[in-house]
Nanobody
Framework: EVQLVESGGGLVQAGGSLRLSCAASGFTFDDYAIGWFRQAPGKEREGVSCINNSDGNTYYADSVKGRFTISSDNAKNTVYLQMNSLKREDTAVYFC???????????????WGQGTQVTVSS
């Protein structure tokens, strides 16, 4: 069974940092890309970042470039999203998704986790 489980969310002050984890199982991890999305109240879901485990390519939305870093630990089948210099605008439920390649992941997504809440306070 394919499963993606997010963790690491929480409450943090503006300017602080969090590291989110997406633990994957049920598929060949290094054949897939894993991306991060977020959805804030009243807003549409937004693609944040992606890493393609088959070639190492990464993608970042303009809104998080220079602040967020995506990485992958193949031994643990886990993708991380290191979030630094957090802003109020980063408050959202963060989801991870997987598909073959970042384009497919970020436009469709074949597998999805349940999400983890990130709240950035003023």
């Amino acid at each position: 069974e394919v499963q993606l489980v997010e963790s690491g969310g929480g409450l943090v002050q503006a300017g602080g940092s969090l590291r989110l984890s997406c633990a994957a199982s049920g598929f060949t991890f290094d054949d897939y890309a894993i991306g991060w999305f977020r959805q804030a109240p009243g807003k549409e879901r937004e693609g944040v970042s992606c890493i393609n485990n088959s070639d190492g390519n990464t993608y970042y939305a303009d809104s998080v470039k220079g602040r967020f870093t995506i990485s992958s630990d193949n031994a643990k089948n886990t993708v991380y999203l290191q979030m630094n210099s957090l802003k109020r605008e980063d408050t959202a439920v963060y989801f991870c998704a997987a598909a073959r390649g970042c384009i497919r992941t970020m436009t469709v997504g074949d597998y999805w986790g349940q999400g983890t809440q990130v709240t950035v306070s003023s």
